[in-house]
């Protein structure tokens, strides 16, 4: 993208973000500019989400609620950073994995094994067990009124994961991620970046791409590894 066409997208944001309301057709033309340009952001489909949901509106108007402008400025600052620092094409391209982590979550936590892929590295075991907030709204057969699900754990335990990552190993710039999971919803969301069922995941899927970007490394590859066979993460989790 042309450091100008940054510029121009960086300025129709800042704009947006003064209003209220925009109409659907402003609106479809900034999410058109931010589709052509999240090819060359790696992650950056992950901040989609709200403006997918935003853009099923059925009426000619688009809210701009706090959390929606929220995440176009951190558009703005993808696009401005893009227009001033090209992206390397090392982290547009997919490659075997210099890291590789298997992780899985459950009603009580969520735990992970992180392993050297191409690169060596020390083994890695970490255990995180949800705060009693979040347990209380797990949907389960006896709290059918939850607003957590499953699958938004087992996406938290990927970027979970991720954040492990970066605390044990100083330097992804360029660097190929392999995250396994034994969650079908979570891998697709994370493999697809963004996610049109639930809005917590959004929320994930955003925090995930904005780290990414931060660490300068390559786009993150989920697998899907069956529930049997992800015996190392099931045992920290």
């Known amino acids: 993208l ?23 057709l402003k609106f479809q033309e900034l999410a058109g500019k931010l589709q052509h340009a999240s ?45 001033t620092n090209p992206t390397p094409v090392q982290v547009l391209v997919s490659n075997y994995p210099n890291y590789i982590q298997y992780t ?7 735990g992970g ?10 083994y890695w075991v ?3 067990e949800w705060p009693d907030d979040i347990k209380k709204e797990l949907v389960t ?6 607003k957590i699900t499953i699958n938004d754990l087992e996406l938290a335990g990927i970027v979970i994961g991720w954040l492990v990552l970066e605390y044990v190993c100083d330097d992804l ?9 034994d969650n079908t919803s979570a891998v697709a969301w994370a493999y697809k970046y963004t996610t049109s069922k639930s ?16 660490r300068q490394a390559s786009s993150l590859l989920p697998l899907h590894i069956a529930g049997e066979d992800n015996e190392m993460a099931d045992i920290p989790s």
């Open 104 to 110: 899985d979550a459950c009603a009580l936590g969520a």
């Open 173 to 181: 710039v360029f660097k190929h991620i392999g995250m396994f999971c």
């Open 199 to 214: 809005i917590i995941a959004g929320r994930l899927l955003r925090l995930l791409a904005i780290r990414q970007r931060t």
């Open 2 to 24: 042309l450091p100008e066409k940054c510029t121009i997208i960086a300025k129709l944001i800042k704009k947006l973000c003064k209003q209220q309301h925009c109409s659907l």
């Open 141 to 146: 057969s006896t709290n059918r009124t939850g």
């Open 39 to 83: 090819f060359g952001i790696p992650g950056g489909k992950g901040l989609f989400s709200p403006i997918h949901r935003a853009l099923r509106t059925k009426t000619q108007s688009v809210t701009l609620t706090p959390y929606l402008k929220a995440t176009l400025k951190d558009w703005r600052t993808l696009v401005q950073h893009m227009g």
């Open 113 to 122: 094994v992180i392993t050297p892929g191409l690169d060596p590295m020390q």
């Open 126 to 128: 970490w255990q995180y």
